[in-house]
């Protein structure tokens, strides 16, 4: 941990570890190790997992997969090249009720799904400022170089300004004015993956399964607070379009988020049928009928409740425990670095289409985007030295 003063709790737990600051160091000099957990910023999720899948380790890595799409691709290929039980870390696919919605979806049931509509109520963190002048003595407790990884060095800052609009969100977004660390660095593009990573990696899960989702074809930013600087809007309404696989038809996924703040994004009010929607949900609109949080739940349907569960489809599993047991036996997870890659690539398109402000348009196999050049820059960040992959 970089933070030495969590080191230390740590130690009080577990009194003979031996400690470090540095993953590298760690993952350098530890011999014996079979299995790594990436709990870090997502700034370093790859630079740590990648490291350690290298060596031949198993690896367990938080939510979201990777900061980058080409992390989130790199990740999903060296867990497949070397046969290695992988992890990310959300229990969704794991559940009951997300099995149970993906043999719904899957049933036929509603027909043909044409939309879905995501909303959440995150951030719990400020986001939509850019970065506050002037620097801070580091903290003798804080490895700041560390902490930075793979981005681009800067100061650091402990607090916003007295005055800065940051002070006036909601209580729960304030954070103490804290600025990067602890917790805040969610909300900034070298760092953290904004709302779309932090939560869609958990919220994605139940849609991504029943349909059998892969790579969208293009993303478009329907509104947001503002133009994304440094920092991740503070609110936003993103636009992914699926094309058309197999007996899959082509649909529209409306991601919602920061609908706390500012009045609510909400989807049509016609797809509401008129029920008040709670902080965070989902509507799934069939050829057939509509699923959703606040309106018929799954167990309301008679026929649903006769739906015999899919062949093949697994039973419900708890997330650490599902990873010991690859390692162990060589059974897959329910969310193996091979599912969650793809699924961190699609959510780490939307956050590009937030940082240029327009639509881009997405070719999976050739790794481009097609119609906004510049935009592919943002798929593979450039490295501080030592930091590379």
Request: charged share 25%; with cysteine.
């Amino acid at each position: 941990d970089i933070d030495r003063n969590a080191l230390n709790r740590g130690l009080g737990a577990h009194p003979r570890a031996r400690t470090y600051t540095d993953f590298r160091e760690m993952l350098s000099q530890e011999k014996n190790l079979d299995a790594v957990v990436v709990s870090t910023p997502d700034n370093t999720h790859a630079a740590a997992s990648v490291m350690a899948m290298k060596k031949g380790l198993h690896c367990y890595c938080e939510k979201p997969l990777a900061h980058d799409v080409y992390e989130a691709r790199l990740m999903a290929r060296l867990t497949a090249e070397k046969k290695l039980s992988t992890q990310m870390g959300s229990p969704v696919p794991g559940k009951e009720s997300t099995l149970r919605t993906v043999e719904v979806v899957r049933s036929g049931v509603i027909g043909d799904v044409l939309e879905v509509h995501m909303w959440n109520d995150r951030p719990i963190w400020p986001q939509g400022f850019d970065r506050p002048p002037g620097k801070d003595a580091v903290p003798k407790h804080v490895d700041w170089e560390s902490w930075i990884g793979p981005a681009p060095m800067r100061p650091y800052k402990a607090k916003w300004p007295e005055g800065h609009p940051v002070y006036k969100l909601p209580s729960e977004l304030k954070r103490g004015g804290a600025v990067y660390h602890p917790f805040v660095w969610r909300g900034w593009w070298d760092f953290g993956t904004g709302v779309l990573g932090d939560s869609g990696a958990h919220a994605w899960n139940a849609v991504w399964m029943g349909l059998e989702l892969d790579a969208p074809s293009s993303v478009e930013v329907v509104d947001a607070s503002g133009k994304m600087t440094e920092m991740y809007p503070l609110w936003s309404v993103v636009r992914f379009e699926f094309p058309a696989r197999g007996k899959r038809h082509a649909m529209k996924f409306f991601w919602y988020d920061g609908t706390r703040i500012d009045g609510w994004k909400q989807p049509p009010r016609e797809l509401l049928r008129g029920a008040k929607p709670g902080l965070n949900g989902t509507i799934i609109v069939g050829t057939k009928e509509i699923l959703g949080r606040g309106h018929k739940s799954v167990s309301d349907y008679e026929d649903v409740k006769r739906t015999q569960p899919r062949p093949g489809l697994p039973a419900s599993e708890a997330m650490y425990a599902g990873w010991i047991k690859g390692i162990k036996t060589g059974s897959k997870p329910l969310c193996p670095f091979t599912y969650a890659g793809p699924l961190t690539e699609a959510l780490l398109l939307g956050n590009i289409a937030l940082k240029v402000g327009q639509k881009i348009e997405w070719d999976h196999k050739a790794f481009r985007i097609t119609n906004y050049r510049k935009a592919n820059q943002h798929l593979r960040r450039e490295y501080r030295k030592g930091w590379e992959l």
